[in-house]
């Protein structure tokens, strides 16, 4: 499998993990010191990543489809891919089915490392194009 095949891969697991297991496992996709969240706001480690993940699954029953378009790669050596993805996202609160309201498009600017022979996320920032970004702090 090419390393662009097994890029493409990754993408699709961290979605189907987010829409299907409530986020869990995601924080495995990163490196130690991964880093995932806005550019001024995030999560460092997988043990934050895990904990915004947490969080969001205390909130109660989220519906979502993350569908993120194929990544364009900018640069590429050995260890190291750098590349865009956009972020088409639909979600809701509550069992479903809900309405197919897009509800953002953003860049996800990711940092691919290869650790071990298997890519990971260094990064993923996201950058929001078009919508709301979703407020998912759990409420009181």
């Known amino acids: 499998m090419s390393d662009y095949e097994q890029i493409l891969r990754l993408n699709a697991q961290f979605s189907w993990l987010i829409d299907h297991k409530n986020g869990e496992g995601v924080p495995d996709l990163f490196t130690d010191d991964g880093y995932y ?3 001024n706001q995030g999560a460092t480690g997988r043990e934050e990543i895990k904990a915004f993940y947490d969080m969001r699954k205390a909130r109660g029953h989220r519906v979502s489809r993350h569908i993120f378009s194929p990544v364009c ?14 972020l088409t996202l639909i979600a809701a609160d509550g069992e479903g089915p809900h309405p197919a309201d897009i509800h953002v498009i953003t860049d996800y600017r990711d940092e691919y490392v290869k650790v071990d022979g298997e890519w990971k996320y260094k990064s993923r920032v996201i950058y929001p ?9 759990v409420k009181q």
């Open 37 to 39: 969240g806005f550019e």
């Open 73 to 86: 790669i900018h640069e590429e050596t050995a260890d190291r891919i750098t590349g865009t993805t956009m």
């Open 129 to 137: 194009i078009f919508g709301d970004i979703p407020d998912l702090q």
